[in-house]
């Protein structure tokens, strides 16, 4: 039998790959005038619980958890068409309670992320414009469809401790390119996304241990989002996650995952310059070892530019 460290791994690393993603983002490929940014404030409060192996006779595990974040979007042209580049700094709180062969036990961790970047480029259906210009053309277009491509990364500069088995950094860096499309028909989108994650490897694991390989974890998600007036829209979305098996020292973790997520978002204007946006994510795992979480967020942004 494994070492119960080992097994803790498990879900640890699982828990970091479904926080990688299961972001489900409506409207991310929506058409956006160029030469403009955008500042945003938010925060989220997730909980739920924590299914370990029961050879762990860990039992009752639930996870509350507080995230920040400061985020910074800017649109400008490649090739003729909208392009976008993405920042985000988050930061957490988070509180692990419950019973460890019968005796309450609990553990608490507050600090930076890994901070998040994201490049990405609507390649076809987003003409590079500003202003009026973006306007008329929106005016004129009710129906219309973009396509785009993106690559993320998550920059491993979090809080990380190599003598804690929990840690809100993961200490490693990681890639994901995606692709999606939105439809757009008056005021109905339909929207897709398909997206993997590659990881690099820790290290400076959990002492004796080093995480050597992850294999990718993959997804998919879609948006079903109505537009009530300019600013004030509606979204139903739906995703799966899948993969990401691990291993520690060359022995595979047997945590593939298999997760899926649903989420109801809404866009609420407060003048033609800033918006909030209000949203609840539910994820389920279909597994033996994961999590049940439930997240309520609140986002606050502003525009800057034409």
Known sequence: ???????????????????FGQDLEPRRWALLPSGVSFFSLGGS?????????????????????????????????????????????????????????????????TGFQDPTMRLSWNFYGSPTLEGKAFGQFMAEHPVHTTMGVAVGFFVP?????????????NNRWAIRPQM??????????????????????????????RLREQDPLWSWQGHLIYTFMPGLWASASGGVLWGGTSSVNG?????????????LSLGIPINRMQGLKLAYTNSKTHTDKGSDLGTWSLGW??????
């Open 1 to 19: 039998m494994l070492p119960l460290r080992i097994f803790l791994l498990s879900w640890i690393l699982l828990a970091c790959s479904q926080a």
């Open 45 to 109: 409060y997730s909980t739920g619980d924590i299914l370990f192996d029961p050879v762990l006779q860990l039992k009752d595990v639930t996870l509350d958890y507080a995230g920040y974040g400061l985020g910074l979007v800017h649109t400008f042209n490649i090739f003729g068409e909208t392009a976008r580049v993405d920042v985000n700094l988050p930061y957490a709180s988070g509180h692990w309670q419950g019973l460890h062969q019968g005796v309450p036990a609990s553990t608490r961790r």
């Open 157 to 169: 500069i979090g809080e990380y401790f190599d003598d804690k088995l929990i840690n809100l950094g």
């Open 180 to 209: 999606g499309a939105l439809h757009q028909h008056n005021k109905w989108q339909f929207e897709t996304t398909v997206a993997a994650i590659l990881y690099g490897n820790n290290d400076q694991f959990f002492p004796g241990n």
């Open 251 to 263: 022995v595979s973790l047997d945590d593939r995952s298999r997760i899926s997520v649903w989420a």
């Open 301 to 306: 942004s502003i525009m800057f530019g034409h």
